[in-house]
């Protein structure tokens, strides 16, 4: 077990419907990161928040959205989604940002049908 | 986009062999780490080198890095079939900010250790 959670664990929704996917990292870790997974485009960073602010962005589409609470948990919300979409979306957290390690999230699988 | 690739995409071996894996990246790096994720799974740390190291060693885990050719890599001794996975590396660029932590993931080598 990581310590970092994730839910929900699987999500079944329909094109152009928005979802919140959640995020609770470790214990002392202020730095959240999110990821996307398919098959086609391995894992794809998204972006970074490090106690509450936005600090690096990866390949995120316009189409979604992300935050990070006063209590350091995180949501990425996914709008319009496509069947493209369909990925497992990774959470992980660190202490801080260089030279750790980032533990992640048993992950939320994503159908977009 | 991917900074790492790993070398071979998929590899079967013997249970006691070890397993070699390959990882080539593009651009300078405060460090590179290893990761493993078993099918379908979260991804579990293995260990990070950092940029001035050249050799690193955990368990039946030893990791090289050479800067020069900007490649690392990771062999496994005494293969398990609990060591079936997929393994990634990982790069952390030096272009990267303060603060900012963009851990840039290569496709992967899917390992198969036959028992």
């Known amino acids: 077990d990581s310590g970092v959670t994730q839910t929900p664990k699987h999500l079944i929704t329909a094109t152009g419907q928005r979802v919140t996917l959640r995020c609770s990292p470790r214990?002392?870790?202020?730095?959240v990161y999110w990821y996307q997974q398919s098959l086609d485009q391995g894992l794809q960073f998204l972006i970074q928040y490090y106690n509450g602010e936005e600090r690096a962005k990866g390949n995120i589409l316009e189409r979604f959205s992300a935050q990070q609470f006063p209590d350091l948990h995180s949501e990425l919300n996914l709008s319009s989604l496509e069947l493209g979409d369909s990925a497992l979306y990774f959470c992980?957290?660190?202490?801080?940002?260089?030279?750790?390690?980032?533990?992640f999230g048993q992950g939320t699988r994503l159908t977009v049908v | 986009s991917q900074q790492g690739e790993e070398d071979p995409q998929a590899l079967s071996i013997q249970e006691g062999e070890n397993a070699t894996m390959n990882c080539s990246y593009k651009t300078s790096i405060n460090n590179l780490q290893w990761y493993r994720q078993n099918s379908g799974r979260g991804l579990v740390h293995l260990i990070l080198i950092r940029s001035n190291e050249r050799e690193k060693h955990s368990g039946r885990l030893r990791v090289t890095l050479d800067t020069s050719k900007k490649s690392s890599s990771l062999l496994i001794t005494a293969s398990r079939a609990a060591d079936t996975a997929s393994y990634f590396c990982a790069t952390d660029p030096l272009s990267s900010g303060a603060g900012s932590y963009q851990l840039t993931f290569g496709k992967g080598t899917k390992l198969s250790v036959i028992p």
């Open positions: 214990s002392g870790d202020l730095s």
């Open positions: 992980a957290s660190s202490v801080e940002g260089h030279n750790t390690e980032a533990f």
